[in-house]
């Protein structure tokens, strides 16, 4: 049976909701507020993951108050307060909410509105006082929210570790094209290591796995930076899934082989000097064009004399494409940064292009 835990940020943010409903309502009860519990109620639900998507509710749940108070106004100083009349609240509330896109507000409003129903009353004095059970629960969420922990150390420690990962990838591939004899030197063509292909594929079920969760912190730290820009983060990782695409493309080809040719010796070698040079700032393009020199001194290779050595050679030839796609994707990501994000995020590391 698996045992759930609660990690770390978990536990914040259920002690920021205990301790901030507690306070909200207090205060509501200093001011003496009608429904001092419902300003408890608003923390609770104004505290979310992040900082930005804390802010971005907050500013909408006011947004949605304001509707709500000018369509109640209408209807019930026209209709007067009885339970249809608070349904038929509902019918334009609610869609208004979903026109404006302002559907975080519908249940904090809905409950704030049924207090004017209960009370009959929409003076300006009353709605005032809904205005503050609202104004302090969304403040007292946003200013515990403005705390969050900085997780950017997890996320470097991430690159550091999908790099290594991704290398012992590359190493393993690369052993597997590798044809030697007994003795070290390069022989015939050779049965295909079956066993470390199924290594491959645990590793590359793992790396998915640690890319999935480092691109998860790393929304987490962008959404909890206000004042700086941290996607370069998620692109990095983006750049680093689309790469494993390839890599698991690789390894199905190579699965596809029945005998390893000695013509993969290259690429085995190439595999290594990717594994060697492979880095976060590096832009692949030295890689991509002795990649290509080996592509054009493999078709002057002889013409295969069975069928088989035909099959396997074209599957070789395909590995190379998948290789140069991965050489691409890292090109690309390179290409795509800025100078901005070059100062900040590599060369404060000592990082060079």
């Not at 608070?86 to 559907?103: E, K, M, P």
């Not at 390839?246 to 040719?261: F, G, S, V």
Request: glycine residues 4%.
């Amino acid at each position: 049976m698996n045992k759930r835990t609660i990690n770390t940020s978990t536990w914040l943010k259920i002690i920021k909701i205990a301790a901030g409903s507690c306070l909200a309502i207090i205060l509501a009860d200093l001011l003496g507020l009608s429904y001092s519990a419902s300003a408890g109620i608003i923390t609770l639900l104004s505290i979310q993951d992040t900082k930005k998507e804390t802010l971005k509710v907050a500013i909408k749940r006011f947004a949605a108050f304001a509707t709500a108070v000018l369509i109640a106004l209408i209807i019930f100083q026209s209709l007067g307060y009885h339970p249809v009349t608070f349904g038929l609240f509902l019918l334009f509330f609610v869609t208004a909410s979903y026109l404006f896109h302002i559907t975080e507000g519908i249940p904090m409003c809905s409950v704030l509105v049924s207090h004017f129903l209960i009370e009959q009353n929409m003076s300006l004095a009353f709605i005032g006082n809904e205005v503050a059970i609202l104004g302090i629960g969304i403040i007292i969420g946003v200013i515990l929210n403005l705390y969050m922990p900085d997780n950017t150390g997890a996320v470097l420690k991430d690159i550091v570790l999908v790099e290594e990962e991704v290398k012992a990838i590359l190493k393993n591939m690369a052993a597997v094209l590798r044809v030697k004899n007994r003795s070290g030197q390069e022989d015939d063509d050779m049965a295909p290591d079956r066993e470390k292909m199924q290594e491959l594929d645990h590793m590359l079920s793992r790396l998915e796995e640690h890319l999935n969760l480092a691109q998860k912190q790393a929304y987490e730290n962008m959404n909890n930076t206000l004042l700086t820009d941290t996607r370069y983060y998620i692109g990095y990782f983006t750049m680093r899934k689309e790469q494993v695409l390839m890599l698991k493309q690789t390894l199905a080809d190579m699965k596809q082989l029945k005998l390893i040719p000695k013509q993969a010796n290259p690429l085995a070698y190439m595999m290594d000097k990717i594994k060697e040079q492979f880095r976060e700032s590096n832009n692949a393009r030295e890689l991509i064009k002795e990649l290509n020199r080996m592509k054009e001194l493999f078709k002057e290779e002889p013409v295969p004399a069975t069928r088989e050595e035909f099959e396997n050679r074209a599957i070789l030839y395909g590995i190379m494409n998948n290789i140069e796609s991965f050489l691409i994707i890292k090109r690309d990501f390179v290409d795509s940064v800025t100078e901005k994000q070059i100062e900040r995020f590599w060369k404060r590391s000592g990082k060079t292009k």
